[in-house]
């Protein structure tokens, strides 16, 4: 890693020229938001490039932990961000289009910790297997690993295309792999163990438990249909006010189980019965106020069901997310 070099600053001035050229409608908000935080660390950084990147030594062994924050989030020069945000825009207006702005947050969030992590665990390998200190010093900066991930994501979510690493046609299968190396030939300065961490985190995501374990942490466990699409999250959306009307009691796959239906609550296979979004809130909210003390043992609150309630209608019309959701209790 370099000391970042403050010079005529070409590469802000042709990502901003990028931006523009694209139109600031045109990339969704997350995207513009992480891409603007980029932007902002390089210019105000949160610290010197030295006590921002990650290394086995500066975080295991001096137990400087929030340099795994820090060091997705800061660039060595104006080309090292060029280049990284360049990539973001392409990637993350396909992959938050796909996903969806809270989980696409979310799931930033997750891969820049993780690959942190994975750098840390195989820079410690090479130490030992190697017996070569220097692999420990070895000290990352910037948001490639990250953008090596989304590369794994994206190419399983579009899969079957041609893409062009630096001029060569390969299939989007490989393309990850093949990028990994032809970088590290080329340009010999970058972390190549950084670039492959991302891969690693993204094959976890896309092939092994990481996807299960992130919809379990976030409490996403409910929302069976909050995958990768709108109208699950819509289905889910109505699974859950159905839920909290009724009284979730019992167990079993997905949303099914015992129910409790209020009186006078009609249920209905497609949870709409002709009834717009909104009128079905209003009705939910109705049944929920109905009087059900005799019942007794409901799961949930009656007034707890119509803040959820209150809640799926306001991110609809406020574009909350769910994060918000453990706030707003």
């Known amino acids: 890693m370099r000391n970042r070099q403050r010079g005529s600053q070409l590469g802000l001035l042709l990502l901003a020229s990028q931006v523009f050229q694209l139109g600031l409608n045109n990339i969704p908000p997350i995207t513009l938001a992480v891409l603007a935080l980029n932007v902002y660390l390089y210019l105000f950084p949160a610290a010197p490039l030295f006590q921002a990147c990650v290394s086995v030594q500066q975080a295991y062994w001096f137990k400087d932990w929030r340099r795994l924050l820090l060091s997705p989030l800061h660039h060595a020069d104006d080309w090292h961000l060029y280049f990284n945000m360049v990539s973001f825009l392409w990637k993350g207006r396909r992959l938050e289009q796909r996903l969806g702005g809270p989980w696409f947050l979310y799931l930033l ?26 692999y420990s010093m070895a000290c990352a900066v910037g948001f490639s ?11 399983h979510y579009y899969p079957g295309s041609v893409t062009y690493v630096m001029g060569l046609s ?5 393309a990850s792999w093949v990028e990994l190396v032809l970088i590290h030939i080329t340009s010999p300065g970058t972390s190549f163990v950084g670039h492959l961490s991302g891969i690693l985190v993204g094959l976890l995501y896309t092939t092994g438990p990481l996807k299960k374990i992130m919809k379990k942490c976030a409490g996403f466990a409910v929302f069976t249909g909050f995958t990768d699409n709108n109208e699950s999250i819509q289905y889910a959306r109505l699974n859950l006010v159905c839920m909290c009307v009724s ?11 015992n129910y409790q239906y209020a009186p006078g609550y009609t249920a209905d296979a497609s949870y709409t019965g002709g009834l717009t979004e909104e009128e079905q809130l209003e009705e939910a909210i109705r049944n929920s106020l109905n009087d059900r003390g005799k019942a007794g043992g409901d799961s949930f609150d009656k007034w707890k069901r119509v803040r959820v309630i209150y809640f799926l209608y306001l991110s609809d019309v406020t574009g909350l997310s769910f994060f918000s959701f453990l706030f707003f209790f």
């Open 109 to 134: 969030s997750v891969f820049s910790l993780l690959t942190g992590l994975v750098y840390l665990v195989l820079e410690a390998l090479l130490t030992e297997l190697m017996q070569d200190q220097s």
């Open 145 to 155: 690993g990250v953008l090596f991930a989304l590369k794994v994501l994206n190419n």
């Open 170 to 174: 390969v299939s989007s299968r490989y």
């Open 247 to 257: 009284g979730y009691t019992g167990t079993g796959r997905g949303l099914s189980g």
